[in-house]
């Protein structure tokens, strides 16, 4: 472990990464909401403990090894998970107590869009879009966005890098040098979503929510400026929108980047992971739109069609916003929609999860299985597209789906214990752990009312969550330690 | 430049890991061993792929469409040209270079051209390392002996002795010791470290002088610094592989060759290959064998198989029994420096003397030439100047007068033809002089090839 290397860094990032409270100073200076000093405290608060932190060890430049790469990348969350909250204590809004702070900052940069905050609406214009820069910026990755910025980082961006993208295989680089993949990445990342606020504001949204919600819709992340949610706008163009938005976004990035580069949709269309995510969202909206026309939940088909869709959607992809009171759904419908969110996006998208492509190798293995039993001696090597895959990716992603359901039985456990009902405590752990947002029972709607303990848990949940638990896993085991 | 690397082997590897160190280069590495891939991924900032890198799909997926040059380095020469091939003919990439090994290519001079197969430049690592242990062989004093300006002046490693005229004393007593001989100290190793070689410095026992002079002022200069070795007559050769052969057919006319092989097969093709050079089937580490071939009475005993460890002790063995000197090929950089210490006399590490050759080609700034020395830890680089005093950096200015990075220095100049010229602080650059620097920090070399780059492509 280069504990001094990786002081530098975390330094360094804390300094880079004071300069992201400026657009809300901006913002709020210009709407003159009067709510501008907490940032500007923050950024002194910011710089300060940036400066600290490396000035002391500022020579300290060596190549960052596997280890150091995880530990910078879990800190880096945390701390910046923490920090972010300050603004937003600062700013004394409904008297926000610093635990509630802390799980919406922490909500906003893992994507996952769960809010304790009531009243929304009536927040200042510089804390509105500061949550929703905090999605957009935790979107593609902090740590992405560092490496594109920050050359220095060389041969250890990749190690970072490595250990904040999702996604089961991590060694595909779009291009030779790891700053230029990153910059490729944000450079989509920032197409998405200048396209996507201009056809909001195109279809009726104002400019400020155009620019906000655009944020959290090619994030995946689900935070917006109105207690309602995009259900505000009452706009049916704007929920068509939002659904090619997310259904973007939830794809894999480098798959948009190929597809660019060649100029044709084929990549997309040989891409099985890609399939598998159509075919899972489409299979699901289908059943639902079903449902709730054989319920009649909603007055017209079309309703039913849009409202289905929507929904599905933006569960199915993390995303998180609604429109409907979706968790009072008949049936089994709200706990289907739940279900879809642990599959989440593509491996490199924004979206969270498990990821498509663990998915559907899970069903491969499943099915090889299977044959095995009718063909004792045959060989079969699970293919993805045409290319079998090593068996070492298989069984870490056994490891991995293991993980995820121990961690989220452990953690439903927790909050039970601290006085949650079982579905309350259930949706919560997927809404979190899956960085998905709304869930059901007591937080349908939002976090507001859970206790103290649980939201601490909860933010432990949505940064395992983000990063694909193993990242931080790692650092709790006494081998990591060890010299 | 956007570099595309086939093959990730010792050279291959090598290579890409030297030029990923260089910012501005970006590099794709192709090889059929994933394991090889992933350790190169894990420690150098570059991208991987693995399969054949002659199929176009392949070359296609690694970028070849807008790659600025093709290092062909897999183990076949087939494969290397081919892969030159495909992307010549379907992505036009602008510089190809083929590692071609059989003999059998490479005295064709019309095979690999643009109209044939495309490539622009061929290198060979065994003929290359053929000629280096054949200068070492002529030289026999000598630790390395490195060609420039094609072998006009020579960059010699000696290690001083207490028998050497110039020992114990002052460098600058040098030009009254041998006058009429132009020569310059271009770097000290003593105990490993380097010192800078200023005027005052006093040359110790022990230590590696590095000195550029003349081809024909070497031996003079070598005496300086210790007693001459006895010319070389009789050289035992153990491995009669690529290398072993053909250094056997070079060396054969002025010495007595004998080679040892232990395949029969390998053997006969030998036999039939040389013509007074004695071919011995056997074991290089089978001391009956060395006894009967009179060991003791050998000059030089080089191990040249492909096998490091049998390479490291049948030259142990070698010296043990008599043998002068013993010189071993090793790979392994690790190895190097572990043997170089006393067991055995002059390691050479084959892909270093190949990334030298190649760099010449990679480097910009017309560098014609680049040498590892022997400890890696410095360069010796050949440069030509172009332009005029206004493009260029370098022309028209005395060597005080260029801005010469930290740890470089300039050594000599070779003007036309014939002359000769060893640098001193007033003398004048030219148009197309080579010239000759010292970098004793590698990671200097970009701001050197911006130095010889001409006008307006240097912003």
Known sequence: MQLLVIQRILGLLLIVFSSTLLPPIIVGLSYGDGAVMPFVESIVVFLVIGFSLYIPVRKQKKELRLRDGFLVVVLFWTVLGIASGLPIYLSGIYEISITDSIFESISGLTTTGATVIVGIDRLPHSLLIYRQELQWLGGMGIIVLAVAVLPMLGVGGMQLFRAETPGPVKDNKLTPRITETAKALWYIYLGLTISCALAYWLAGMSGFDAVSHSFSTVAIGGFSTHDASIGYFNNTGIQLIAIVFMLLSGVNFALHFIAIRKRSLNPYQRDAEFRTYIGVLLAVSVVTIGYLQLNHTFDSTTDSIIEGLFQVVSIGTTTGFTTAEYYSWPGFLPVLLLYVSFIGGCSGSTGGGIKVIRILLLVKQGARELKRLIHPNAQIVVKIGKKPLPENVIEAVWGFFAAYFAISALMILLLMATGLNQETAFSAVAACLNNLGPGLGEVGQNFAYINDPAKWILCLAMLLGRLEIFTLLVLFTPAFWRK | ?459
């Not at chain 2, 291959?12 to 061993?33: H, K, P, W």
């Not at chain 2, 770097?187 to 590696?208: L, M, N, Y």
């Not at chain 2, 004695?278 to 290089?284: K, M």
């Not at chain 2, 002359?419 to 148009?431: L, P, R």
């Open chain 2, 1 to 459: 430049m956007n570099i595309i690397i086939l093959g990730a082997g010792q050279v291959g590897s090598s290579v890409a890991t030297q030029l990923a160190r260089e910012e501005s280069n970006e590099i794709t590495v192709i090889d059929i061993n994933q394991d090889i891939l992933s350790e190169l991924q894990d420690r150098l900032d570059l991208r991987t792929i693995c399969g054949n890198g002659s199929y176009p799909a392949l070359l296609e997926s690694a970028g070849a469409d807008d790659a600025d040059m093709l290092i062909a380095l897999t183990n076949s020469d087939e494969i290397n040209m081919i892969a030159c091939q495909v992307a010549s003919s379907l992505f036009h990439t602008p510089t190809k270079i083929a590692r071609i090994r059989s003999p059998e290519y490479l005295n064709r001079p019309g095979l690999l051209s643009d109209d044939s197969i495309p490539v622009d430049f061929m290198i060979s690592p065994e003929s290359l390392v053929t000629e280096y242990i054949h200068h070492l062989i002529e030289h026999p004093s000598a630790l390395q002996v490195l060609d420039f300006a094609n072998g006009r002046v020579q960059l010699v490693a000696v290690k001083a002795y207490h028998d050497g005229l110039m020992v114990g004393r002052k460098l600058k007593t040098m030009s009254e010791h041998v006058p009429g001989v132009d020569m310059r100290v271009a770097a000290i190793f003593r105990d490993g470290e380097s010192i800078q070689p200023s005027a005052e410095c006093v040359i110790e026992a022990d230590d590696e002088v590095y000195f550029l002079a003349a081809r024909e002022h070497i031996p003079t200069v070598i005496s300086e610094m210790r007693k001459l070795d006895k010319p070389i007559k009789r050289v035992m050769l153990a491995g009669g592989g690529n290398i072993g052969g053909q250094l056997a057919a070079i060396l054969e006319k002025e010495y007595q060759v004998k080679v040892i092989e232990a395949y029969p097969k390998r053997a006969r093709e030998l036999c039939a290959m040389l013509d007074s050079a004695i071919v011995l089937l056997g074991d290089a580490a089978d001391p009956d064998l060395l006894v009967e071939e009179n060991i003791e009475s050998m000059d030089v005993f080089c191990a040249l198989t492909n096998d490091d460890e049998a390479n490291i002790l049948s030259s142990m063995l070698a010296k043990r029994m008599g043998a002068k000197k013993v010189m071993s090929l090793i790979n392994r950089g690790a190895y190097v420096d572990l043997v170089e210490s006393g067991l055995i006399d002059i390691a050479i590490s084959p892909h270093q003397v190949t990334i030298g050759a190649l760099l010449a080609h990679i480097r910009r700034g017309d560098v014609v030439a680049v040498h590892a020395l022997r400890r890696g830890s410095a360069e010796a680089i050949e440069a030509i100047a172009h332009g005029d005093s206004s493009s260029s950096k370098v022309v028209g200015r005395s060597i005080d007068q260029i801005k010469l990075p930290e740890g470089t220095r300039i050594s000599a100049i070779v003007r036309g033809e014939e002359e000769v010229i060893i640098a001193h602080h007033d003398t004048v650059i030219e148009s197309e002089d080579h010239v000759i620097l010292f970098l004793t920090d590698k990671k200097k070399i970009t701001e050197v090839e911006k130095l010889f780059q001409v006008g307006f492509t240097y912003f």
